[in-house]
T-cell receptor, first 113, second 115 residues
């Protein structure tokens, strides 16, 4: 069974700092990997989707990388802002394109003004 | 283009009651998935509907059931509510192409409290 781990569980940084969030998964037979943002009590907002054939994806100040063979992904946030404060979740489906995503428990980020 | 919408946003039930949660998928999407998120945890897959049929199910008992309608909207029904059913219920829609579900887009969720 796929297991997804995110480290650290919580992170607090001063505004303007660059930071990296980590995601690891036990079964490398994945079709893609998706990063989400979740504000307290709210739904999930899709940030980036990386296909298994890709190594990275970029959107604005966000850059996500994927190393399928080692079972790892990182989300890099440049020049962090207080508005980036949220929980960040990564999720993977099985390689067969199966319908269920396996989620990590997330990293709770606080950016201090 | 409208996003995924869920209703109600919050509701309170008592043990043993039944609840129905509703979801309208994003325009152009043909697949709906439901997830349960307990406090402090990542979402857990309940089931997925594609073309009005259940297309995969997670480790949830039969008292969790669902429907998908011709317009791709969906319902999640939970019977005989238990205290542990208290959670945020998330609906996600996607456009399935071939065997792959594709990128998921989530609604704001329905917060269920069971007393």
């Amino acid at each position: 069974k796929q297991e997804v781990t995110q480290i650290p569980a919580a992170l607090s940084v001063p505004e303007g700092e660059n930071l990296v969030l980590n995601c690891s998964f036990t079964d490398s037979a994945i079709y893609n990997l998706q990063w989400f943002r979740q504000d307290p009590g709210k739904g999930l907002t899709s940030l980036l989707l990386i296909q298994s054939s890709q190594r990275e994806q970029t959107s604005g100040r966000l850059n996500a990388s994927l190393d399928k063979s080692s079972g790892r992904s990182t989300l890099y946030i440049a020049a962090s802002q207080p508005g980036d404060s949220a929980t960040y979740l990564c999720a993977v489906p099985h390689q067969t394109g199966a319908n269920n995503l396996f989620f990590g428990t997330g990293t709770r980020l606080t950016v201090i003004p | 283009e409208t996003g995924v919408t869920q209703s109600p946003t919050h509701l309170i039930k008592t043990r043993g009651q039944q609840v129905t949660l509703r979801c309208s998928s994003q325009s152009g999407h043909n697949t709906v998935s439901w997830y349960q998120q307990a406090l402090g945890q990542g979402p857990q897959f309940i089931f997925q509907y594609y073309r009005e049929e259940e297309n995969g199910r997670g480790n949830f008992p039969p008292r969790f059931s669902g429907l998908q309608f011709p317009n791709y909207s969906s319902e999640l029904n939970v019977n005989a509510l238990e205290l542990d059913d208290s959670a945020l219920y998330l609906c996600a829609s996607s456009q399935r192409r071939g065997g792959n579900t594709g990128e998921l887009f989530f609604g704001e969720g329905s917060r269920l409290t069971v007393l």
